[in-house]
């Protein structure tokens, strides 16, 4: 019973300590509530996931409240620690809500850190208290002024609460980002089906068009990705129409968490600004809108607008797209010109004056652009450089796509020099262009504006400025489909009491799962052996008794009983035993603070289905072992049994050999 009682303590305890390990990952979500987080990211320590994407969850009717957090670690006093940053209103609307919080009246929540109760009773703090923190992923250290703790009776504890940015400081955490963002629903079961779905579900996303401007009939590509997020392979109807009117389809055949790009060429007859919605139906329908402009063609001219008397100038003709036209007729003051295969011709300043540069083509609206000739003798012998002019086109781009600028740069002096061209975004410097310019030249600049976020920015170059905005390739209306496809998916989303979503307990959650079944299963072979040895061991010492028995005439079936009844009573009483020595053993190491799971103290899980398990395989394991070791003493003759067998005691002495001669 005693062999019994260590063999499944020591199971015991070592599989409640393994089970907490495997579920410590979802201690990040502090309960069974939803934690989002990049699905690319290794860990869900390297994750960065949108900080808008809490603002528009939060537009949800289903969603209770989000709570965008950004996850650094610290060590004080020898004790390593997570250090999650948060807004105490938020971490406080998702669950588990704080039983207790207590806060100095120097509170600041943009500046101040509460601690749990738990880190607390480990750092042995008086609060309030100042606690420098070093950044886990860079050289940074950043003091808090740790002013109240908190209790949620959940892994939080063994946490220390500070503000988003001094997490992002200490994790080099970009501003708008954060690691996750933990979801409270009041509908758990919509929001997991909506984000795992057994069937079939189609999504879209990078929706594009390869003209942003074009002119009547004029043909255009409009592409857009398709997803199936569904559990299962399925079809989709992808629609493209304008005002309602459909003017192509595509059948997409997509496998489970397959992604695919429909490319259609569409044409539009009608002058103006047109929406084009390209949409899939279904269960969960979804539509995205670009929109393209439509005109009449027109030429634009580009030359110097001040050129000196005798010299040469050249113009460049495009069409409203910025592509070269050829054949371009090219007038200037009694002189004409064709434009060649790039857009180009030259001309001659041969009067002094302001004369129009006009350009026309058979199809496009004429242009013009007027040209002053100087003498060269009437201006300062300085460098003079002058902006003239700046445009910026398109006025609105999509996220990814460039605007581009071109500046006009004219030398209103008779010598040459360099010129540093700013531009400016937003009143930062966003790059710097060095120009060099001959006396009384002028200069045409062009620059590429990209890599802006959403939203409306202010481009200036001189004196000049132009409006950009930048729109997302999403429709940002509150539809959780786009967010999980904008914001990168997975087609593995369940709550966080076992793989949340995206992902969260992605935290070697592999290596974790091997380290359970490799101890475990040795742990559970060794008391195997331990058990079969001392049972085997008992009975064959008893054989001698076992062929006493059946000398005075008990049945083999009988000394089977016999062995089983003791054998289940000795099985029953030390598994009992063990399983609560076990047990307590388990929970006495947790409490005691030992196990240190990801900076959490290691919470034990108590099944008591593997509870069950390990009495009735311990009772099973000494009663199997006990009648095998029967059934073979039964079998042998009773004369074997009763008799004394080699090495079952001393010899007999021989007393003639003993006496000797004598």
């Excluded at 703090?125 to 908190?150: A, H, I, K, N, Q």
């Excluded at 010598?415 to 710097?432: E, I, K, M, N, P």
């Excluded at 262009?433 to 001959?438: A, G, R, W």
């Excluded at 054998?567 to 947790?590: F, P, Q």
């Amino acid at each position: 019973m005693v062999v019994v009682a260590m063999a499944v303590l020591v199971f015991t305890a070592t599989a409640s300590v393994l089970t907490g390990l495997r579920a410590a990952p979802a201690a990040f979500a502090g309960g069974d509530g939803f934690v989002i987080s990049e699905s690319a990211a290794p860990t869900i320590f390297s994750s960065q996931v949108d900080m808008d994407m809490a603002s528009l969850l939060d537009s949800m009717p289903d969603i209770t409240g989000t709570s965008p957090e950004v996850f650094a670690f610290s060590s004080f006093s020898g004790v390593s620690f997570v250090v999650r940053g948060v807004d105490l209103a938020m971490f406080n609307s998702t669950g588990p809500s704080f039983r207790h919080l207590t806060l100095a009246s120097s509170f600041d929540q943009r500046m101040s850190a509460v601690v749990g109760v738990r880190l607390l009773d480990r750092l042995g703090l008086d609060l309030p208290c100042t606690v420098p923190l070093v950044g886990s992923y860079s050289s940074r250290v950043e003091f808090v002024e740790v002013v109240g703790s908190f209790e949620t009776g959940t892994a939080f504890d063994d946490e220390l609460l500070v503000p988003l940015d001094t997490a992002r400081y200490l994790s080099g955490m970009p501003a708008d980002r954060a690691s996750i963002i933990r979801v409270g629903t009041s509908e758990p079961e919509w929001l997991a089906d909506l984000l795992s779905p057994r069937s079939a579900r189609f999504a879209l996303f990078d929706l594009s068009t390869s003209k942003a401007m074009v002119v009547p009939g004029q043909s255009f590509d409009v592409s857009v990705g398709v997803r199936n997020w569904g559990a299962v392979p399925g079809s989709a109807t992808v629609t493209f129409s304008v005002l309602g009117s459909t003017l192509a389809s595509e059948e997409v055949e997509l496998d489970a968490s397959a992604e695919a790009t429909v490319t259609v060429p569409l044409t539009l007859s009608q002058l103006g600004t047109h929406t084009v919605q390209v949409s899939v139906t279904g269960d969960f329908p979804v539509a995205l809108n670009a929109t393209v402009t439509v005109v009449e063609p027109y030429l634009s001219i580009t030359c110097p607008s001040r050129v000196i008397l005798g010299s040469d100038f050249d113009v460049l003709v495009t069409d409203q797209s910025g592509s070269p036209v050829e054949g371009a007729s090219v007038m200037f003051l009694s002189q004409s010109a064709s434009t060649d295969a790039d857009g180009w011709t030259t001309l001659s300043a041969e009067l002094a004056g302001t004369a129009d540069v006009t350009a026309s083509s058979p199809g496009y609206t004429e242009a013009a652009h007027a040209v002053e000739v100087v003498d060269a003798s009437m201006y300062p012998d300085e460098f003079l450089p002058y902006v003239t002019s700046f445009t910026l086109s398109p006025a609105t781009v999509k996220e990814s796509e460039d605007a581009s600028g071109t500046v006009l740069v004219e030398n209103r002096g008779n010598v040459s020099g360099t010129f540093q061209l700013a531009v400016l975004v937003d009143s930062r410097a966003y790059a710097t262009i060095e120009v060099v310019l001959d006396r009384l030249a002028s200069r045409t600049v062009s620059f590429t504006v990209s890599d802006l976020g959403v939203g409306t920015h202010t481009v200036q170059v001189a004196s000049f400025s132009h409006g950009l905005t930048v729109d997302p390739w999403f429709s940002d209306n509150p539809d959780l489909v786009q967010l999980v496809i904008r914001y990168g998916g997975s087609n593995g989303l369940t709550s966080a009491s076992s793989v949340p979503i995206y992902q969260a307990a992605k935290i070697s959650e592999g290596n974790v799962a091997v380290a359970v079944f490799a101890i475990g299963a040795i742990s559970a072979l060794l008391a195997t052996l331990a058990v079969v040895s001392v049972f085997s061991k008992e009975v064959h010492e008893g054989r001698r008794r076992l062929g006493i028995l059946r000398t005075i005439g008990a049945s083999s079936s009988a000394v089977r009983w016999l062995v089983f009844t003791q054998a289940l009573g000795s099985g029953l009483a030390g598994a009992a035993v063990g399983a609560v020595l076990g047990v307590a053993s388990a929970l006495a190491l947790a409490s005691s603070g030992v196990f240190m799971v990801f900076g959490h103290r290691l919470e034990l899980s108590l099944d008591p289905t593997l509870l069950a398990s390990v009495l009735l395989g311990a009772v099973l394991i000494s009663v199997s072992s006990a009648l095998v070791s029967a059934e073979l003493a039964v079998r042998e003759t009773i004369v074997s049994s009763i008799k004394r067998l080699p090495n079952e005691g001393p010899p007999p002495v021989d007393v003639d050999e003993l006496l000797g001669d004598a």
